[in-house]
């Protein structure tokens, strides 16, 4: 029983992260907290069912309209709300967090008006034998994704022109400025990309399970337990925590019971808290060299 | 060395990861003295200070403060054992008046320690501070948001932030630069009213003339290490002339 | 020639400064008019509405209360998205204690509170080290996860909650409705009072420049603690008079509700002083109650003022007002 467990628990990790990666984008990287996260993932989730189910787009493209569209929505956020906003960084979490409500209690309200079997069919129905554990093809989709978009991240983060002004606006604004860096396109892109990456994340992963607005507020909540333990802004610490969590969650449900889940996390973040309050592989600057 | 030394600084090093920004600094200060730290930029000399303060960690070495060791405490323990320091970068509380910036630290533990129940009031004492330091009553200019105020008064803010503090260790870190010769001119007789109340000063310092007339001891600084010690005679030597003046001195 | 917009304190303004203010019965109630307004309003309200708009008025004192505790730890440096964290806390204590104990509404609401208050700071106490917007997020989770573990473990009535709780007692339903009000403005005046004491001196500087102050040998972590503590015993409160007055507790105490109206009714109503927060609670609550019919519509007009309150009026309604009050303004030409 414990081989299965602990692949699934990778599984199941890679699907933490591969959730958390683009709000560490935007928030970690470049500065921006986006509260409108969860919001984002799940009406990517519904925008690709509407045109799945209702318009009877094929599925691929299906998928690539939602990330486009939520690519599309995060730089518009990102110019009608944050923009006026950016600077005072509660005011950057109040404004993307009034969002992100709007957003997922509209849905609701129109789900609830027309109730049905909200669901994303999987790409498709297979599963393959292996080591004797049963992998379904959705979950190993997922697996992929996850690694490559993790890879394609640190490439862009560190080589990528682009990436690096992501990570310089969030460093010394007006320094970027005074290089040529357009703070307020930065900040766009950073926005669009981190809504892709949550729109990448719910095609793949909303699959697995089911379309609910309530599984917005989770994923928020999932974003933020993964970044806060694994030290906000930093790709491996994504992974890394991802992986842990993801890993003693399905242990707990193993071995303790399927209620427990959650506390594992809240335990891992009160033990991060005391032991290395900015997360396993946060940078925490020394007094002097933070003011 | 003396027992009786109120600070030691034995064999100090801070490295920023491969950036070696002090190395084997040690220095004793006497009580009563006024200690001048001098060199170039980058030297280390700010660096020092805030091991010294507690604001940063040394990578090794021990500061022993009035016979105690101070290496790893907080800068608020430190503050309550009687060390006082400005900072470069002055940076006061902008949206507040001037006096209110000083019984912002009136209300340190420091000073409640030291009179113990009923100070007074801070409004007033903070007032009576601000004058010392030369911020004439009359012109009300106490009362005025620091962000109003030239750079020559936000400096005498500063030192009076110390002051308030009472302090047996004063810290001043690059205090003169920016100001004129005359606000210099009137901030050194408040040093040495300090001086002579008992205390001690390390002033870090570029004017070295206007430092000259003050300090009793040098210490010069370059790239992190000590590399003279001594009286105003040492700025004779030929390796401090050429830490700032370049090889070709 | 160029028309600039300038702004000048009114007459009355600039004449009622201290001991002058008794100069004529004019300056006199420009100064104490709002204040004196307010109250009388509070003291006569109860008695002149009706049953409906009395429970209104207590929703409207309820969120106004907990505006303010979010206000205190907002001042502060704390922006919490998670107030329900003080309100459920204080809510399920009392529920405990009168559920399990049988003790009664006047003891299990006072124990609650200072309880509650303590138990919420412990909580939160390991991340007051962090920048503030770790503090959001974390105040955004605990609730929601403290919801789950309820569910899971089911203890204190799990997902039922407990019933059947004592109420006050045979008083008139408008006491109690004075008694909320009286935490009301006792909250308001007195956390007024902080901060314009040495304490809450502190805590602004500790908002402008945390190094200035560390250097002034002033633990920032005592200061915030203590303010924590007072905001969450008033959440505490609230929690636990709520508790006595459903006759109910359960995992609705968590719920989203508890932290989303706080932070609209300072966002309406305006940051940096608690007044913002009770004006922005008469304004949010009643359109609330209007939008009953909508069911979870009603959130997202929450959102939906977050939003355009934050990028629109940013300074909120009370300090925009006051300025209108305090300054006018007028148009002045001035060479080029």
């Known amino acids: 029983m414990l081989i299965p467990a602990l692949i699934y628990g990778v599984i199941r990790g890679v699907i933490l992260t591969l959730s958390a990666i683009g709000f560490n984008l935007t928030f970690g990287i470049s500065g921006l907290p986006n509260f409108a996260y969860g919001a984002l993932y799940i009406l990517a989730g519904y925008i690709m069912w509407f045109f799945l189910t209702i318009l009877g787009f094929p599925y691929s493209l299906s998928m690539v309209v939602s990330v486009l569209f939520n690519i599309l929505l995060g730089g518009l956020i990102y110019r009608f709300c944050l923009l006026h906003v950016r600077g005072q960084i509660m005011s950057e979490v109040i404004v993307t967090f009034g969002v992100g409500l709007v957003i997922l209690e509209v849905t609701r309200y129109i789900t609830a008006i027309n109730p049905r079997m909200y669901q994303l069919p999987t790409v498709m129905d297979i599963s393959f034998l292996f080591l004797n554990v ?107 925590a991802g992986l842990v969590v993801g890993m003693a969650q399905q242990l707990t449900d193993l071995f303790i019971g399927s209620e427990w889940i959650m506390v594992v996390g809240l335990g891992a973040i009160i033990v991060i808290l005391l032991v290395k309050p900015s997360g396993l592989f946060g940078k925490q600057k020394e007094l002097e060299e933070r003011v | 060395m003396n027992s009786f030394s109120l600070l030691k600084v034995n064999e100090i090093n801070k490295n920023f990861g491969g950036i070696q920004a002090v190395h084997q600094v040690s220095f004793i200060l006497e009580k009563g003295e006024i200690l001048g730290i001098i060199g170039p930029n980058g030297s280390g000399k700010t660096t020092l200070v805030n091991m010294i303060t507690g604001f940063i960690k040394p990578t090794s070495g021990e500061i022993v403060y009035k016979g105690r060791n101070i290496t790893n405490m907080t800068p608020q323990k430190i503050v309550s054992l009687g060390i006082a320091r400005t900072f470069q970068m002055v940076r006061p509380f902008y949206q507040l008046p001037a006096f209110k910036n000083i019984v912002v630290t009136l209300c340190s533990p420091r000073v409640k320690g030291l009179v113990g129940g009923r100070y007074g009031d801070f409004d007033a004492i903070a007032l009576d501070l601000l004058e010392e330091v030369g911020f004439e009553r009359e012109s009300f200019t106490a009362y005025k948001p620091a962000s109003t105020l030239p750079q020559g008064h936000l400096k005498r803010l500063e030192l009076a932030k110390t002051i308030a503090l009472q302090p047996d260790l004063l810290i001043l870190d690059e205090l003169f630069s920016g100001l004129s010769l005359a606000e210099v001119a009137g901030i050194v007789p408040i040093i040495e009213k300090i001086r002579e109340q008992g205390r001690t000063v390390i002033m870090i310092e570029h004017r070295l003339k206007e430092l000259f007339r003050l300090a009793d001891r040098m210490i010069v600084l370059n790239y992190g290490m000590k590399i003279a010690e001594g009286s105003k005679e040492i700025m004779e030597s030929e390796v401090v002339k050429k830490a700032y003046l370049g090889a070709e001195a | 020639m160029e028309k600039r917009r300038e702004r000048i304190d009114r007459g009355v303004k600039a004449r009622a400064v201290g001991i002058f203010t008794l100069w004529s019965w004019r300056e006199m109630i420009f100064v104490s008019g709002p204040r004196l307004l307010m109250i009388l309003a509070l003291a006569f309200l109860p008695v002149i509405l009706d049953d409906y708009l009395r429970k209104v008025l207590l929703s409207v004192a309820l969120y106004a209360l907990l505006g303010i505790s979010w206000s205190l730890m907002a001042q502060c440096g704390m922006i919490s998205l998670g107030q329900s964290l003080f309100f459920g806390i204080g809510g399920y204590l009392s529920g405990i204690m009168n559920h399990y104990w049988g003790w009664p509404v006047y003891f299990t609401i006072p124990i609650a509170t200072l309880w509650g208050g303590f138990l919420g700071t412990l909580i939160l106490l390991p ?188 300074e909120g309604l009370f300090n925009f007002l006051e300025r209108k009050y305090n300054q006018f303004e007028h148009y002045v030409t001035v060479e080029k």
């Not at chain 3, 403005?185 to 304490?199: A, E, H, K, P, Q």
């Not at chain 3, 409160?237 to 609209?264: E, K, N, Q, W």
């Open chain 1, 134 to 240: 049963y992998f379904d093809l959705q979950r190993i989709i997922v697996l992929g994704i996850g690694i490559f978009l993790f890879l394609c991240l640190r490439y862009f983060t560190r080589h990528n022109k682009i990436g690096l002004a992501f990570r310089g606006i969030a460093q010394n604004e007006l320094t970027s400025i005074s290089l040529g860096i357009n703070s307020d396109w930065i900040g766009a892109l950073s926005m669009a990309f981190g809504s892709g990456l949550a729109a990448i994340a719910a095609v793949t992963i909303i699959p697995l399970g089911a379309l609910e607005v309530n599984e917005g507020y989770e994923m928020l909540l999932n974003a933020l337990l993964v970044c806060i333990i694994g030290g906000l802004g930093s790709n491996i610490g994504v992974v890394v």
């Open chain 3, 127 to 314: 991340t007051l080290r962090l920048r503030g917007v770790y503090f959001a997020m974390l105040t955004l989770m605990i609730p929601l996860i403290i919801t789950r573990i309820i569910e899971a473990t089911r203890i204190f009535g799990g997902t039922e909650g407990l019933h059947g709780l004592s109420s006050f007692g045979l008083v008139w339903e408008v006491f109690l409705l004075y008694l909320m009000l009286a935490a009301l403005v006792i909250s308001l005046f007195g956390c007024m009072r902080l901060m314009d004491s040495n304490f809450g001196l502190v805590i602004k500087a500790i908002h402008d420049n945390d190094r200035s102050v560390i250097s002034s040998g002033i633990y920032l972590n005592w200061y915030k603690t203590r303010a924590l503590f007072i905001a969450s015993c008033m959440g505490a409160f609230c929690g636990a008079f709520m508790t006595h007055i459903y006759r109910f507790v359960g995992m609705p105490a968590f719920s989203l509700d508890y932290c989303i109206m706080p932070l609209a009714a300072n966002v309406v109503g305006g940051f940096g002083n608690f007044a913002g927060s009770v004006l922005g609670a008469f304004i949010i609550v009643p359109i609330s109650e209007f939008l009953r019919g909508v069911g979870g519509l009603r959130i997202a007009f929450y959102g939906l003022f977050l939003v355009i309150f934050s990028i629109t009026l940013p």
